[in-house]
């Protein structure tokens, strides 16, 4: 993700993704199917926006390929 645009659009990309999947309708299908079988959709629910969200937080780490470059004396370049 190179610009703070596509980091925002990521995020509301991921919220969107969990909205969607701990909604009402697919969580009351998964309870039907069972105990376990609702157990299994929340873990990897869970586990899909968790790998999101690192994605995301890789984006701004200090020193990435993704924070400006700056000369010594501090100024963009």
Not at 40 to 54: D, E, P
């Amino acid at each position: 993700m190179k610009t703070a645009s596509q980091r925002l659009a990521f995020a509301v990309f991921l919220f969107g993704v969990g909205g969607l999947l701990c909604n009402w309708p697919l969580l009351a299908v998964a309870v039907e199917a069972g105990l376990w079988p609702a157990a299994g959709y929340l873990a990897i629910a869970w586990g899909v926006l968790l790998a999101g969200l690192f994605l995301l937080s890789r984006a701004f780490l200090p020193g990435s390929e993704h924070e400006p470059h700056r000369r010594e004396n501090g100024e963009p370049g």
